[in-house]
């Protein structure tokens, strides 16, 4: 009986929500594992399985020793297997409807300490068009809290010198401005007079800000390559890349007193929630300044 509605699900699947090849593996997987379990139970219809079934199957998987991902990956496929045989009509019980999926702790970000973020902006040599474009992407990086594709995507029209902010387009073509700091703004000014007249080379059709040598749109491995120029330069010895600009910005407002809502407007987040994990950070930051200066710490 499983092996048959299995297949049905996984065709389900790949026909009708077009997912990619390795997430149908991960599922048939994952699956396969659960519906020998259950058949090692004598269980062979969904009505037979009991909630205590389920708590058995979670602690097998912890037993195994999965991690807290995999096993939150593994239940996702049970959820979505059981709600589709429920929709087809194949049984009118659903055992994981009260499942509660194991709560994952989540990442903190890495951020750059604020020495740490002024040394690989004064990295570049200033003198040099090269390093004048370049002092300017750092800027903006950090200045405005942008993502990779937002800082190459940003056009020529979307800079608002007057106001000090910047028109950015996000994840799902959301529009947000953000507010972007003197520093960075005096450097952009710098670039796009002097610099970036020689790298368009002419192409006047080009709106996107930032153009490598050959008068191009930058691409994300472009920007990585200057990032990690000017942090070998700066003597940063840490693992740095572009994101943990953006992870700093939120971080340095919120250290600084910024209200936890407006970082959420700079930064695009649609739930407050995702904006929330820099507080954590904060929150660290205070109890080792704690414990550093204060006499009973």
Do not use: C
Not at 153 to 174: A, D, P, Y
Not at 230 to 246: C, D, E, K, N
Not at 251 to 261: F, K, Q, V
Request: proline share 4%; no cysteine.
């Amino acid at each position: 009986m499983w092996r048959a509605t299995l297949e049905k699900f996984l065709n389900h699947l790949a026909l009708e929500r077009s997912l990619a090849d390795n997430t149908l593996l991960s599922y048939e997987k994952d699956l396969q594992r659960y519906l020998q379990f259950l058949t090692g139970r004598s269980i062979q219809a969904v009505e037979d399985i009991a909630p205590g079934d389920i708590q058995d199957y979670s602690e097998l998987l912890t037993g195994l020793g999965l991690s807290p991902n995999s096993i939150a990956r593994n239940f996702s496929a049970i959820r979505s297997f059981h709600k589709f045989l429920l929709l087809e009509g194949i049984t009118q019980q659903n055992p994981t409807e009260l499942l509660e999926t194991p709560r994952l702790a989540r990442k903190l970000p890495e951020v750059l300490s604020v020495d740490e973020v002024f040394a690989i902006l004064d990295a570049p040599e200033i003198d040099t068009p090269e390093g004048t474009r370049d002092r300017a992407i750092l800027e903006v990086l950090y200045g405005a809290g942008l993502r990779v594709s937002e800082l190459i995507n940003l056009k020529l029209e979307q800079i608002q010198f007057e106001e000090e902010m910047l028109r950015v387009l996000g994840k799902g073509n959301k529009e947000r401005f953000v507010p972007v700091g003197g520093q960075a703004l005096h450097w952009l000014k710098m670039y796009l007079g002097a610099v970036r007249p020689m790298l368009s080379k002419g192409l006047l059709s080009r709106s996107q800000v930032f153009l490598n040598r050959f008068g191009k749109p930058f691409s994300r491995m472009g920007v990585w390559n200057i990032v990690q120029k000017y942090v070998l330069l700066a003597g940063v010895s840490r693992r740095v890349y572009p994101h943990i600009f953006r992870h700093s910005f939120a971080t340095h407002l919120l250290e600084n007193g910024a209200d936890l809502r407006a970082v959420q407007e700079m930064l695009g987040h649609s739930d407050i929630s995702t904006t929330q994990v820099y507080t954590h950070l904060t929150r660290q930051y205070l109890k080792e300044e704690y414990k550093s200066y204060h006499p009973r710490g």
